[in-house]
């Protein structure tokens, strides 16, 4: 972060001091939340979490090099800056950050797939200067700050993930940290049961269209051409819209996509600028979509359609258990996409697998796909989990393993329904049993694709055929 007093943080969060010697003492390491996070110079932020409290942490980090504390409490003997609401001044703090960077900050938000066109962006725009995106996930009240505040003066881009669970989520967050260009992937069915609806869904993550500056003050909407309810979104900013999809009225396109053998996905990249033959590193078509939301927003950052080809075909995944392809020493793939799922994402890597599993399975390897539970999907759960194990057999993959309760029932029940029965597709009650079934089953040129909600922690099991196959329980959780 750049350098602030405590006096000027006290006074930017309308917090008390207690215990601090000198208010001059300036912040100059990065703001953290883990104690073990801590470095020289550091602000650290205590929250009272579900299972543990920050606050019994203070005095560590104090020692280990912070500077100070922001509390919801005085700590005796501890410098800190007591504030009503720890989040609320983590935000303030951001917020009075970013006001005097010059960074060009970069939001985006969707349902599925923020965290990877997020790291696609990032990889684009390192290229051009100095840039802060965050690892993995920090999409929240606590995540988007935090990452905001790792800007120092000379960082040219902040790129930041947006999630939303309710409305008024994306406004709070865009309220911290204003973008200058917001993009929204696509709205799909990820917390659909809490929000009530995709209309609902849309008119949340609209949130960040219209928290945009006008066209005139440079304001950039990237909206998704090829979903109607975020094209929509059009109608909701005062920034200029740019367009990016394979509909013909797309800014920027994909023509001919198709999948490699690998299932690594190529298309001819279409921009203002020019064309270029892309193929991508990253598993599975959707990956397309993201990378043209990528693309459109390096575009309207200046970069070359050549630079943008460049790096696109280069960038890999920086966040974990998406699409992660790792084979073993006996042969055996194992595609680790378990970080989450929702059908969208789920029938992509189901083609992706199929795709995966053309080459392997003219030498008799087969495609399994070990499947769990897609969360939060209301009345539409059934059928959509119908609809995946449906999908599976029409793919023609070679084993359905569903893992868990009700919802695996379903799965397994939608492949039976479609000509999948005898041991083509198994439903088995847990991880370990998955583990157990695989390890016994799996051979040489067999692909495994991994994935469910991420309640259901499936990467257990991924992460289990890839230790040791002959021994070991599935980790705890
Ligand atoms: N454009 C997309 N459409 C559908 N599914 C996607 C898309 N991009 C990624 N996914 C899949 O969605 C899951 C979550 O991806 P991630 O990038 O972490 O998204 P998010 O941050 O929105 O949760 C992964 O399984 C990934 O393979
Ligand atoms: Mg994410």
Redesign the pocket.
């Known amino acids: 972060m750049i350098a602030l007093s405590l006096s000027e943080i006290a006074a930017i969060v309308g917090g008390q001091s207690h215990d601090i010697p000198d208010p001059a003492v300036r912040v100059t390491g990065p703001v953290v939340i883990d104690s073990r996070a801590v470095e020289k110079g550091s602000l650290f932020a205590a929250f009272a979490g579900e299972r543990v409290d920050g606050h019994d942490y203070a005095r560590g980090a104090v020692e280990e090099g912070a500077v100070a504390v922001l509390a919801a409490r005085p700590l005796p003997g501890v410098p800190v800056i007591v504030v009503d609401d720890v989040v609320q001044a983590l935000g303030a703090l951001a917020r009075a950050v970013v006001e005097r960077l010059g960074a060009t900050t970069v939001a985006l938000t969707?349902?599925?797939?923020?965290?990877?066109?997020?790291d696609l962006i990032a990889q684009l725009l390192r290229t051009k200067g100095p840039t802060v995106w965050p690892a993995g996930?920090l999409?929240n009240e606590i995540g988007v700050p935090l990452t905001a505040l790792r800007a120092v003066e000379d960082t040219r881009y902040l790129v930041l993930?947006m999630?939303a669970r309710y409305l008024g989520d994306i406004r709070y967050l865009t309220g911290l940290v204003p973008p200058r260009i917001g993009l929204v992937?696509?709205v799909?069915t990820?917390h659909i049961g809490e929000f009530g609806g995709r209309e609902q869904i849309a008119v949340a993550k609209g949130e960040m269209v219209e928290s945009l500056p006008s066209a005139a003050d440079g304001g950039v909407a990237v909206l998704n051409a090829d979903d109607p309810l975020v094209r929509a979104m059009k109608s909701r900013t005062e920034a200029r819209v740019i367009l990016f999809g394979e509909a013909d009225e797309a800014d920027v396109q994909a023509e001919n996509v198709r999948l490699t053998a690998t299932g690594q996905a190529a298309f001819r990249l279409r921009t203002p600028s020019g064309c270029r033959d892309v193929t991508l590193r990253l598993y599975?078509e959707?990956?397309v979509?993201?990378a043209l939301a990528a693309a459109a927003v390096a575009h309207e950052l200046g970069m070359s359609v050549d630079e943008i080809a460049e790096a696109l075909s280069e960038a890999g995944t920086l966040?974990r258990w998406?699409?992660e392809v790792t084979e073993r020493a006996d042969g055996v793939t194992i595609v680790n996409?378990a970080?989450?799922?929702?059908p969208?994402?789920m029938r992509?890597?189901l083609r992706a697998l199929a795709a995966m599993g053309g080459a392997s399975r003219a030498e008799g390897g087969r495609t399994w796909a070990v499947l769990g539970p897609m969360a939060e999907l209301g009345d539409e759960s059934l059928a959509e989990h119908d609809a995946v194990g449906r999908l599976a057999v029409r793919l023609n993959v070679s084993k359905l393993v569903a893992v868990g309760g009700r919802e695996a029932s379903w799965l397994r029940l939608g492949a039976y329904n479609e000509g999948s029965w005898g041991e083509e597709s198994v439903h088995v009650s847990d991880a370990q049993a998955a583990v157990d079934l695989l390890r016994s089953e799996l051979r040489p040129g067999d692909v495994v694709l991994v994935?469910a909600s991420r309640s259901a922690g499936l990467e257990r099991v991924a992460l289990a055929l890839l230790e040791s196959t002959t021994e070991g329980e599935v980790s705890g959780r």
């Open positions: 969707g349902s599925a797939g923020k965290t990877s066109t997020k996930n999409n993930e999630g992937l696509n799909g990820a599975g959707h990956h979509s993201n966040s998406r699409m996409d970080y989450n799922a929702n969208e994402s992509a890597a994935k």
